[in-house]
């Protein structure tokens, strides 16, 4: 690809002062859910430096639970960054997502981005920009509907980030999919990237 940067051995410290660095101003960013996110989030907010009133921030997707529910991004991500001053903007299937500043994204180990798993043949110029959708089979740690940014509306952004989490079998199917190996939804939203000129940076 163009414009991909691939970073080795990041700790949280050092992502999150990657973040602050690209994350003066104002704006919208969108956020993964899941574990490796949050610890980084924190490490953010202990850093200080970031106006988080001037900022809203969307989730890359949601399971329809409850938002005191322990499966829900939304509330795990207003718990943490409400009290910092953000405005956390919960998923409907109605929203229109704004041009994101900073798309940041997870993976998982079969290629998912977001709630896009492959079963789901997520299209790289869906007409909608957020779906509410059933995952097949359902993820055994959260066996919910799942709500979720299509790939145009995460591409609608000004840069991507990934964080893989240093594992092994994440990094060998990203490096598959960024050399066009497969067609995982990964892979799809890195093609889509290239054509539209979206630098990406990894945290593998």
């Known amino acids: 690809m163009h414009d991909v940067t691939i970073i080795e051995g990041a700790d949280q410290a050092a992502i999150a002062a990657w973040l602050a660095a690209r994350l003066g101003g104002s704006g919208a960013i ?11 989030l924190a490490a953010l907010i202990e850093q200080g430096g970031i106006g988080w009133s001037g900022w809203e921030i969307w989730p890359n997707d949601d399971r329809i639970v409850p938002e005191d529910h322990d499966a829900s991004n939304t509330g795990k991500m207003r718990a943490l960054l409400e009290p910092a001053g953000a405005q956390i903007v919960p998923l409907r299937e109605e929203a229109v997502p704004p041009h994101f500043a900073l798309t940041w ?67 060998a199917v990203f490096d598959a999919a960024l050399a066009g190996e497969n067609d995982l939804p990964v892979a799809r939203l890195l093609r889509t990237a290239e054509t539209q000129g979206i630098p990406v940076t990894v945290f593998a």
């Open 30 to 40: 969108t956020l993964p859910g899941g574990s490796t996110p949050f610890p980084i």
């Open 105 to 171: 994204l997870g993976m998982g180990p079969d290629g998912h981005i977001a709630s896009l798993f492959p079963n789901t043949n997520p299209q790289m110029d869906d007409p909608k920009a957020v779906l509410r959708l059933t995952p097949d089979p359902l993820p055994a740690h959260a066996p919910f509907d799942r709500i979720t940014l299509t790939i145009p509306a995460l591409l609608n952004t000004s840069a991507l980030v990934f964080t893989l989490g240093g594992a092994a079998d994440k990094r």
